[in-house]
């Protein structure tokens, strides 16, 4: 776990500890200290917590125009234990829909599994961007994690599967990136 970094392609477009509206900024990380642990693993120190001991993030882009944030999730969502969905929503959803974002793409590669508890967190947040034409794209999740959230309906309060489930993202621009999911999913609900 601790060789596993955040993708910092992007790092010359946008940089969250330097972006004066990021829920990060002024954070100062360390390349030799490891403070941070998933369970009994220690993980990268350039992956950000936000309350969840087993689930760490790290905002790769946020556009405050057009309303897009790109999160990489690291470790275990365990809404069973931690309510890990709870910290999710209150310290980095909330702070970032009073700023304007309101379509959300999650990178899950490195989500290794998913526990369940309720679905009130998840409601909340879908019906708080509902409310502005907004979403939650899961993009390259494992498809025993995404069979996880299905399992108990939690599927239904983001945009998956299709083209999401095997995206070069890292290829794009962010701003691309964001552009081209925005699209994908724009068909997809003229199709349904």
Same mark, same amino acid.
């Given at each position: 776990?601790? +060789?596993?970094?955040?993708? =910092?392609?992007?790092?010359? @477009? ?6 004066? /509206? &990021?829920?990060?900024?002024? %954070?100062?990380? *360390?390349?030799?200290?490891? +403070? ?10 350039? #992956?950000?917590? =936000? ?7 790290? $905002? ?5 125009? *057009? ?9 275990? #969502? ?6 890990? @969905?709870?910290?999710? /929503? %209150? ?11 309101? /379509?959300?793409? !999650? $990178? ?5 599994? =998913?526990?369940? &508890? ?6 909340? #947040? =879908? ?18 994690? !995404? ?8 599927? *239904? ?11 070069? #993202? %890292? +290829?794009?621009?962010?701003?691309? !990136? ?8 724009? /068909? %997809?609900?003229? !199709? &349904?």
């Amino acid at each position: 776990m601790h +060789t596993i970094e955040p993708y =910092f392609g992007w790092r010359g @477009i946008y940089v969250a500890e330097e972006d004066p /509206k &990021s829920p990060f900024y002024g %954070r100062e990380y *360390s390349e030799f200290e490891f +403070t941070n642990q998933l369970y009994n693993h220690l993980v990268h120190p350039q #992956w950000d917590q =936000f309350g969840s001991p087993s689930l760490f993030v790290k $905002i790769l882009y946020a556009n405050y125009d *057009s309303g897009h944030a790109i999160l990489e999730l690291l470790g275990e #969502w365990n809404d069973c234990l931690h309510n890990d @969905i709870m910290f999710l /929503k %209150r310290e980095l959803a909330d702070y970032l829909i009073d700023l304007g974002i309101n /379509k959300f793409i !999650l $990178i899950g590669e490195n989500v290794l599994n =998913f526990h369940y &508890s309720d679905d009130c967190y998840y409601e909340e #947040w =879908f019906e708080d961007l509902a409310e502005n034409d907004g979403w939650i794209a899961l993009v390259n999740f494992s498809d025993h994690v !995404l069979g996880e959230f299905g399992n108990v309906g939690a599927d *239904s309060y983001f945009v998956i599967g299709g083209r999401l489930q095997e995206m070069s #993202w %890292r +290829t794009k621009k962010p701003q691309v !990136l964001c552009e081209a999911i925005s699209g994908y999913i724009e /068909k %997809r609900l003229l !199709l &349904s």
